[in-house]
Antibody, heavy 120, light 107 residues
Framework: EVHLVESGGGLVQPGGSLRLSCAAS????????MSWVRQAPGKGLEWVSG????????YYADSVKGRFTISRDNSKNTLYLQMNSLRAEDTALYYC?????????????WGQGTPVTVSS | DIQMTQSPSTLSGSVGDRVTITCRAS??????LAWYQQKPGKAPKLLIY???SLESGVPSRFSGSGSGTEFTLTISSLQPDDFATYYC?????????FGGGTKVEIK
């Protein structure tokens, strides 16, 4: 059974940094592209960042480009999101998500999310 | 970036109603569109991919149609379990984007 478990969220001051982790199990992690998607309180879904199928390319939403860095450690079956220069508008629940199959960018499994609050 | 616009933002319906949600893309995305359902406090659930293909295990009362820039999600007979928020998502090119969501409420 597929499991995605995010961690690393919390309260941080504006300008601060956090590193989110997503521990994956139940599938061959290295074979699948992964993404981070966030949801601000009471708002809709926003795709944040993701890997290509090959894992050689990374992509970012304009809102986080230059501040966030996605990475993965296939030996640890873990996806990461390094978030720097955090702003109040980055406050959200951050989900990691697995693509359905190679060659797609749609998501069939999601974690439960880890909350990030940026506030002084 | 491709913008996705959903309408309506809220929809009130009764059990048994046929309801339709529209999603428009700011440029052609062929059929690279997915629909998700999200309930409060839960992660999204994939319903439809490639505009009209039903994800495994999803009830057949859900259907999708469209191509290019205009797409619809239809629930043929609304059930109590269907009251939720629905999102479209394009996957034509990065960055991926979601629509703003449509909340389906009980009338």
């Amino acid at each position: 059974e597929v499991h995605l478990v995010e961690s690393g969220g919390g309260l941080v001051q504006p300008g601060g940094s956090l590193r989110l982790s997503c521990a994956a199990s139940g599938f061959t992690f290295s074979n699948y592209a992964m993404s981070w998607v966030r949801q601000a309180p009471g708002k809709g879904l926003e795709w944040v960042s993701g890997f290509s199928d090959s894992g050689s390319s990374t992509y970012y939403a304009d809102s986080v480009k230059g501040r966030f860095t996605i990475s993965r450690d296939n030996s640890k079956n873990t996806l990461y999101l390094q978030m720097n220069s955090l702003r109040a508008e980055d406050t959200a629940l951050y989900y990691c998500a697995k693509v359905t199959r190679t060659g797609t960018s749609i998501f069939d499994f999601w974690g439960q999310g880890t909350p990030v609050t940026v506030s002084s | 970036d491709i913008q996705m616009t959903q309408s309506p933002s809220t929809l009130s319906g009764s059990v048994g109603d046929r309801v339709t949600i529209t999603c428009r893309a700011s440029q052609s995305i062929s059929s690279w569109l997915a629909w998700y359902q999200q309930k409060p406090g839960k992660a999204p659930k994939l319903l439809i991919y490639k505009a009209s293909s039903l994800e495994s295990g999803v009830p057949s009362r859900f259907s999708g149609s469209g191509s290019g820039t205009e797409f619809t999600l239809t629930i043929s007979s609304l059930q109590p379990d269907d009251f939720a928020t629905y999102y479209c998502q394009h996957y034509y090119i990065y960055p991926l984007t979601f629509g703003g969501g449509t909340k389906v409420e009980i009338k």
